[in-house]
């Protein structure tokens, strides 16, 4: 496995509802992930929903993935597929999955539900194993 590079995020004033952040250098084997905003509050249903996806091109398998997610604003966990490991009530999650990968392989970690405050916006994603 390569070491970790942190991954690094630029602000774009026109993008309110996805970024795209490579987790490390992925032709030395790591993630790229990419998260986006596809569902926001409406009459009804007060929370937002975000899919999470992640590429993994390397040269091991792995059993368990840790996906970091941050927001422009704090959030409050309501669920995911994984089990939130830190974060609840700040800009910044922790979540554990327990997915099999393979050496080169595309991972949807479904959707990820959070309460906010108007305007949520992610500006930061990684996933490493």
């Known amino acids: 496995m390569s070491n970790y590079s942190k991954p690094m995020i630029s602000i774009d004033n026109g993008m309110a509802e996805g970024v795209y952040a490579a987790s490390g250098d992925a032709s030395k084997g790591c ?26 091109s390397a040269d091991h398998s792995n059993e368990a993935q840790i996906l970091t997610i941050s927001f422009n604003q704090n959030v409050t966990y309501q669920s995911s597929q994984g089990t939130l490991l830190s974060g609840n009530g ?40």
């Open 31 to 56: 993630y790229t992930a990419n998260a986006h905003i596809h569902q926001t509050p409406q009459n009804g249903r007060g929370d937002y929903r975000i899919q999470v996806n992640g590429v993994h």
């Open 90 to 129: 700040t800009n910044t999650l922790k979540i554990s999955y327990n997915y099999h990968q393979n050496p080169n392989d595309d991972i949807g970690l479904g959707d990820l539900v959070v309460t906010a405050d108007t305007g949520l916006a992610i500006t930061g994603v990684s996933i490493t194993d």
